[in-house]
Nanobody, 115 residues
Framework: QVQLVESGGGLVQAGGSLRLSCTAS????????MGWYRQAPGKQRELVAI???????DYADSVKGRFTISGDNAKNTVYLQMNSLKPEDTAVYYC?????????WGQGTQVTVSS
């Protein structure tokens, strides 16, 4: 079993920044199998940022150059630094862990960007 707890969401004005955190507990193989997704009202959940093999990261086109995913293996924690936030970034942000099967999700943290 794996538990994921997100934090760091909130209300911010357009152009502002937020940093999300996701701490994993339980049977974690590596934080390299963690990533961030988001779901806006009325829309499907979508990939935001995820670690790839070789220690690199992949980002949604809509957040490239503004968001950065990073991690701390010692703390089993991944972060999402979000800069230059836009109203269209408003969503519930979810942390995900998948090493083989099953997929684990956190409870989500709300990010609201006002114009």
């Amino acid at each position: 079993q794996v538990q994921l707890v997100e934090s760091g969401g909130g209300l911010v004005q357009a152009g502002g920044s937020l940093r999300l955190s996701c701490t994993a507990s339980g049977n974690i193989f590596s934080i390299n199998y963690m990533g961030w997704y988001r779901q806006a009202p009325g829309k499907q959940r979508e990939l935001v940022a995820i670690f790839t093999s070789g220690g690199y990261a992949d980002y949604a086109d809509s957040v490239k150059g503004r968001f950065t995913i990073s991690g701390d293996n010692a703390k089993n924690t991944v972060y999402l630094q979000m800069n230059s936030l836009k109203p269209e970034d408003t969503a519930v942000y979810y942390c995900r862990y998948q090493y083989r099967s099953p997929i684990y999700w956190g409870q989500g943290t709300q990010v609201t960007v006002s114009s």
